[in-house]
């Protein structure tokens, strides 16, 4: 099953946002009390590229990974996102590509989350 990094985009102006906000950063559009539905979900690009990283060390004893990177990406379309990066050596500027995959499970519950690879 391949899920897709999603957006929300404005019903009112068409803009495309990330994260969820119940108001629109360009029209300024809301919810009234949540009787009014004002985004709907929209794709965004899977490619873009590394603006930052870094690595975690010191994690929770109940994680199975002994470290994790976590980086910021610009995607193509010029969201700026916070994923996992599953790349041996990172460097800023270097193209990725995402995947929405499960990143952690804690019994029966399962935890899914932006993954980023190198793209090259």
């Known amino acids: 099953m391949n899920k897709q990094i999603l957006g929300y985009k404005c019903k009112k102006c068409g803009h495309v946002q990330y994260p969820y906000h119940s108001r ?31 690595h975690l060390y010191a994690l929770p004893p ?28 990172p460097k800023i500027g270097m193209k990725v590509q995402g995947k929405v995959e499960l990143v952690r499970q804690e019994g029966y519950t399962k935890h899914w989350g932006l993954v980023f690879y190198s793209a090259a």
């Open 24 to 54: 629109c950063k360009k029209c300024g559009h809301t919810e009234w009390r949540g009787f009014d539905i004002v985004f709907d979900t929209a794709p965004l690009p899977q490619d873009g590229k590394l603006l930052t990283f870094t």
């Open 62 to 89: 109940d994680f199975e990974a002994v470290t994790v990177s976590f980086g910021i990406v610009e995607l193509s379309d010029g969201h700026r996102i916070t994923g996992q990066l599953k790349i041996e050596a």
